[in-house]
């Protein structure tokens, strides 16, 4: 298992915002993470009824990111592509609020398709092999500007 210590210096998450916690798996098209941060106080995309299921695309958003900068430093890139989320697609949820009490959630990405200038993946979260959320997600790499 990737601790999240080896994985948050490759992405702009920081602090709370980084709501995976480990990655238990990957490998070129594929990632499973994991994350108990839906049941923590200090998780930012909570409310006051807890965590809204629409708030799972974030997860998935974030294993995608940790998936291709674990695929670039494995490439052997030395440079962290920044990345920026534009379309979410079919995205299903099962219920509307997370439980905080169901342990921890299991969050997948498939990567479709990448390249110089993006990426498209599928996700879904799971808690305790329930299906919560599903989707598909692209991301576009920005050029730098002088």
């Not at 940790?66 to 592509?81: M, N």
């Not at 398709?113 to 959320?133: C, I, K, M, N, P």
Request: glycine share 8%; with cysteine.
């Amino acid at each position: 298992m990737l601790d999240k210590t080896e994985f948050a210096p490759l992405i702009p998450h920081a602090g709370s915002m980084c709501l995976l916690d480990g990655v238990l798996a990957w490998d070129a098209t594929t990632i499973h993470a994991v994350s108990e941060s839906h049941a923590r106080a200090d998780n930012p995309l909570r409310g006051p009824d807890g965590l809204h299921a629409v708030h799972l695309a974030e997860y998935g958003a974030q294993a995608m990111a940790v998936h291709g900068a674990l695929h670039d430093r494995a490439q052997g890139a030395t440079a962290v592509k920044p990345g920026r989320l534009v379309s979410l697609r079919d995205v299903q949820l099962t219920d509307e609020y997370v439980d905080i009490l169901g342990g921890q959630l299991d969050v997948h990405a498939e990567c479709l398709h990448a390249d110089d200038s993006g990426a498209q993946y599928t996700f879904r979260v799971e808690q305790a092999g329930r299906l919560l959320a599903s989707g598909r997600a692209a991301v576009i790499h920005p050029r730098a500007t002088r």
